[in-house]
C-alpha cells in the first residue's frame, strides 16, 4: 500500500499544481478544497443521511484516481478532525502531510483591512493551521509502532511585507502582491507555531517535523509542481537516512531544493 499524504492550507483548486508534483511519487493525496455553502430548504434526517452515504460514495470513487478533494473548514475544530479521519478512512492510513502557507496567494486575496478582514484572517490563516496540526499530531500518536512514525511539514513560501517593501522600494514592481499587515502578522504566527511544535516534539517516536521556507526568488520554490516533485524526493531521502533523533541538534529550516543532510529531521539551517 502506497503512502498517504494530507495537504492542507493552499485550496484547490489553487493547489492544483502542487499536487500534480507531489503525484509523481505515487503517493495517494487527499487536498483540502473550499466549504460548500448550501442555501435553501432544511433537510430532514433521512435527506441528510442520503446526502452522506452519496458524499461518500462520490469521494470514494474520486479516491480511486488517486487524488481526492475534501472540503475544510478551517474556523471549525470539528472540520479538522473530520478532515484527519476521512483521509484515514477513504486510503486506509495517514502517513504524511503538509500544512501549507503561501504568504503571496493569501496577500492577493486579502484586499481590504478592517474589523471583518481580521477576523476572517484569523479563522484561515491562523486557528484552522492550529486545529489541524493537533488532530494531525493525535493521529500519528495513534499509530501502530510496525508503521513508524508519521511525518508533519510546515511549508511556507514567504512574500513581501510593507516593512520590506518600506526598506527595499525595489521590491514594489507589480509581480508580487504585498502583504496587509494582518497578513504578514499571520505568516509570522505560523512560523513561530511550525518552530515550537518543532522544538515539542523533536524526539517523538512518532510524528516527524519538517520545516520548510523560502520565496518565489529560491531555487525550487518557482513553480509549486517543482515545490511539489522536490518534497516527495526530500521526504523519502529523510526516511532512508533518518536515525534516532538527536536532542543536542538545533531545530532550523531548510530551502526547497536543497538536499537531506545525515541524522534525521528537524535538522535544518534556516
Partial sequence: MGKTILIAGKNMPDAGN???GIALSGRNIIVTGLQTEYEGKKLTIAERKQNQANYEEEKLLEAKTGICTIEWNKASPLSARSLVLQTATIYSNLDEAVLYFDEEWYASKANKMDSEEVARASDEMLVGYQYLALEILSSFQRRETKDGPGTLVFLIKEGPS???????????????????PIVAACASAFSSFAENIAALYHDSIFANIVLVRGDRTTEGFRRDDETGKWLCTYLNSLEKNAGKPDPKRPIQWVKPGSKPSSGGFLFFKR
Avoid: Q, Y
Avoid at 167 to 174: E, I, M, V, Y
Fill in 162 to 180: 510593507p516593512i520590506d517593501v518600506f526598506r527595499s522600494p525595489a521590491l514594489k514592481t507589480g509581480l508580487s502582491a504585498i502583504s496587509s
Fill in 18 to 20: 502542487f499536487t500534480e
